[in-house]
């Protein structure tokens, strides 16, 4: 069985509970050991996207989901026990629901976006 920074497994927990925001800090770290880590930085731009998101800022989502896209799409079908191809159809869903012609709306109409496909993480031998 290979194993994985801590850091890792951790971010599966609160990626699932929704929390994107401590996700992103637990893969800052294993990105930050490993900079040429770009399934680290794909999956890290992905949980970027989805904080944007919560908070408006529509345009930052949209970017951030096609950069985790490019970085992600050299991985699949699974890389670090993860199914990519399950991600990378998690953003294609993303981009397709997240507004195009908005940029931006404010944190009080947050609640009046579209809701985004829940994607849940897990690992697989």
Known sequence: MEYFPEEYYEF??????GDYYTGH?????VWLTDRSNLFIKGLLQMTVALYHYEYGNLKGARQMMRVAEEYLTPYKPIHWQLNVEKVLLFIEQCLKVIPNDLNRVEFEEVVQLPVLPKLYLNLEE
């Open 25 to 29: 800090d637990l893969l800052e770290e």
């Open 12 to 17: 599966f927990i609160v990626f699932n509970d």
